[in-house]
């Protein structure tokens, strides 16, 4: 197999697999803004597929795409200047409107709340929401497993301050 056909393969198993992990992770940059967050996954996966060569197997292909959608929404939001807190959610087309609003509108809180913590909070509620290990968050923040969930507890409770807020 030659390098460019593996490169392909490698790519195409990394995005499938990582898709909803970075949109997910986006949207907590874009404070919910999906049209946004779909731009930047898309800018996320142009950048794995050009860094792909250099990768070195220093750490797992998880956390080195964590590390790349951090950089990415990071060089966004500081290129933009656009930290909004305007949602532009999909319009979604159901039978039940009214439930709709109500998920929209905790997902909107959600975000919101995210949104308002500072970068490494925010890094690491997004890791939390996405189901990671202490130790894949540690690997990703370089933060100790104990320090990391004192970190985690203190997060939770300012983020339950700002939904109850909001």
């Known amino acids: 197999m030659s390098k460019l056909n593996e490169r392909q393969v490698i790519f195409h198993s990394l995005h499938q697999q990582y898709l909803p992990m970075v949109k997910q992770l986006c949207l907590g940059y874009v404070r919910g803004d999906m049209q946004l967050a779909e731009d930047l996954t898309q800018e996320v996966f142009i950048n794995t597929w050009h860094g792909l060569e250099k990768f070195r197997n220093d750490a797992s292909y998880k956390t080195w795409i964590y590390r790349i959608t951090v950089n990415t929404c990071l060089l966004y939001l500081r290129s933009s200047k656009k930290l909004h807190d305007t949602f532009e959610l999909d319009d979604l087309h159901t039978e039940a409107p009214e439930r ?3 998920v929209e509108d905790h997902y909107q809180s959600l975000y919101k709340a995210i949104g308002a913590l500072p970068h490494i909070e925010r890094l690491i509620m997004m890791m939390i929401l996405e189901e ?25 409770k300012k983020m339950r301050q700002l939904v109850k807020q909001d």
Do not use: D, M, W
């Not at 990671?132 to 320090?147: C, D, K, Q, R, S």
């Open 100 to 102: 709709v609003e109500q």
């Open 132 to 156: 990671l290990t202490y130790e894949e968050i540690g690997a990703i923040t370089g933060i100790n497993a104990i320090h990391l969930r004192v970190k985690i507890h203190r997060i939770k």
